[in-house]
C-alpha cells in the first residue's frame, strides 16, 4: 500500500490475505495460560476449562420470546427512512426491558427489498443463531446445529419476491408474494445493568433511525415495558 497504479490492492479473496499479525512476550501469568505443549495429553484435557456461561442456551430456559422488525421506506424522490418496529430512534426512550438472569429468544425480521440486509448489532450481550431464513436462497428457514455460534454482529437477510404462479410475469405484482427475511437468536442477560442500544450496523441506516434503546435491570418491579 499504495498500490502501484495508485489505487487499493486487488485482492481475489480479502479471507486469504494477512490482515493483522499478532506478537505476544512476556511472563506467563494464571490459569490456562501456558504455551502449547505437544508431550502434554490430547485435546480435550490440555485445553482451557471451557466457561459455563458460553454453554448453548436450550429451548426449555427461554423466559420470553420477541420478535424485532428492521424495515425501510421511501416516499417519492425523499431519502429512505429506516425504523425498527416501525419507529425511528428517539433519544431517552427506553423501548424494551430485560430481566437480570433472563434467556431470550428473538425472531429478527428484515422487511427491507432489494437485497439491503441489515446487520444487527447489540451492545453488551452476546447472542446465539439457532435459525436462518433467506427468502432469495431457502424454501423454509434452516435450524443451525447444536453447539451454536456466539456472536455480536448478524446480517439479516433482505425481503423477497417469491413467485406464486408458474412462469410468473415480472411486470405483474399479483404474480409474487413477498417474503420477509429472518435470524432467531437466543440470549442471556447476565452481568450488566444499565442502558445500552442494539442497532443496524450500517452507519448510514443507524443515523437515519434504525437504531433504538434497551435496559437490563435486576428490578422486577423496573419491567413495566416487556
Known sequence: WPAPNGGPPQFSDLRNQVVLRARVGGTLAGENTEWYNAALPAAPANFPVFPEFLNDIPEKEINITRKVEFSMIRKNTQRPVFMIDGKQFNEGVIDKVMLEGDAEEWTLINTSERSVMHPFHIHIN????????????????????????????????????KPIVPNPDPTKPADYRFVPGHIKIRHRFLDFTGKYVLHCHILGHEDRGMMRSEEHTSELQSLTNL
Open 126 to 161: 452476546p447472542f446465539q443463531i439457532v435459525e436462518v431464513f433467506d427468502p432469495s436462497l431457502m424454501e423454509e428457514p434452516q435450524r443451525q446445529p447444536a453447539k451454536y455460534v456466539w456472536q455480536d454482529t448478524i446480517a439479516i437477510p433482505a425481503g423477497f419476491y
